[in-house]
């Protein structure tokens, strides 16, 4: 059993040592303990670690035993009870390094694994990052050239309100003229009227006189 108990401390320490560098042999040491950890493994491993814990309170428990009855007989030294003293506590030792190193497995092959998780979900953020700084550049590229776009449409228009706006003034001008036009039109009619209206007069006048003269000669 001692020699069982000095095999899984080496092979336990031999699983640290892979854990604290670095190399392929700790990625496949990791695959292993997942594996191991899924399904019934985690019940294996408990069942495995209390018939250890058993058997070594029952070292302790002989140890103690031992000494009561060494304490019983006075102090009386038996070199079996010293031997037996001895194998039980090299055994509780080694027991208790077995639980202790493993327990330090299982945490470090928790902390690694969180390691992992986290340096991945770091990862997904950064990239999440590029993308979003990737799009909101050509955004804003975007946006730039639709301000220029909507420049070039403004001074557009800007040129074509103020052809419009000549040609409003141009209109109001000839609008101006033509009424001056129409006023000097206007006067010029109600005055060929008034003259027209006149030579009527003088004609009748003139019809009268003559129809009067004529009348005379008759008679």
Request: net charge positive.
């Amino acid at each position: 059993m001692i020699q069982l108990l000095f095999t899984v401390i080496f092979s336990e320490m031999a699983m640290i040592l892979l854990f604290v560098f670095k190399t392929p042999l700790r990625k496949l040491l990791i695959m292993s303990l997942d594996r191991v950890k899924r399904g019934r493994g985690p019940v294996m491993v408990k069942t495995v670690a209390g018939t250890v814990f058993v058997v070594l309170m029952s070292s302790v428990y002989s140890m103690v035993k031992i000494q009561k009855r060494w304490i019983d007989d006075g102090g009386a030294v038996n070199p079996t009870d010293q031997v037996l003293l001895g194998k039980h506590l090299l055994e509780a030792t080694l027991m208790g390094s077995v639980l202790f190193l493993g327990l330090m497995i299982d945490r470090l092959h928790h902390y690694i694994r969180e390691l992992r998780v986290r340096r991945k979900i770091m990862e997904d953020v950064k990239k999440q990052n590029r993308s979003f700084e990737d799009g909101k550049v050509e955004e804003t590229k975007a946006l730039e050239a639709e301000a220029s776009t909507l420049r070039e449409k403004l001074k557009q228009l800007e040129s074509e309100l103020e052809i419009k706006t000549k040609e409003v003034n141009t209109s109001e001008a000839n609008a101006v003229a033509l009424s001056k036009q129409s006023e000097g039109f206007l006067l010029e009619y109600d005055r060929l009227l008034e003259e027209n209206q006149n030579l009527r007069s003088q004609l009748q006048s003139l019809d009268l006189r003559f129809s009067r003269s004529t009348s005379k000669k008759n008679t």
